[in-house]
């Protein structure tokens, strides 16, 4: 098992920024693949960026693409979610993930562990 707790959600303007944190308690996520995804009222859940273990490359979803940025810490323990010049539409209940294998996946049914979801709320 790989507990996952996602720390940042709050409300804030159209334009403005968010920072989402994941933390994996008691072990570290180097050799795991870490990824956000989210979801909206009535929507699927969708993936929103990936990170892959050891080699830390990057995934985005389209829609997010130049405006978000996902890291990860040296320890390897903590993943984040960088938000900028957020919109209205990137409204919803945001999803941190891992799964056990190094590569990143956009498809939600790829992911073994999930946090229990921190909501991001945008107002124009």
């Known amino acids: 098992q790989v507990p996952l707790v996602e720390f940042g959600g709050g409300l804030v303007q159209a334009g403005g920024s968010l920072k989402l944190a994941c933390a994996a308690s008691?072990?570290?996520?180097?050799?795991?693949?870490a990824g956000w995804f989210r979801q909206a009222p009535g929507k699927e859940r969708e993936f929103v960026a990936g990170?892959?273990?050891?080699?830390?490359?990057?995934h985005y979803a389209d829609s997010v693409k130049g405006r978000f940025t996902i890291s990860r810490d040296n320890a390897q323990s903590t993943v984040y979610l960088q938000m900028n010049n957020l919109k209205t539409e990137d409204t919803a209940v945001y999803y941190c993930?891992?799964?056990?294998?190094?590569?990143?996946?956009?498809?939600?049914?790829?992911?073994?562990?999930w946090g229990q979801g921190t909501q991001v709320a945008i107002s124009s």
């Open positions: 993930a891992a799964r056990g294998v190094l590569g990143s996946s956009p498809d939600a049914h790829d992911w073994n562990y």
């Open positions: 008691g072990r570290s996520l180097g050799n795991y693949a």
């Open positions: 990170i892959s273990g050891l080699t830390t490359t990057t």
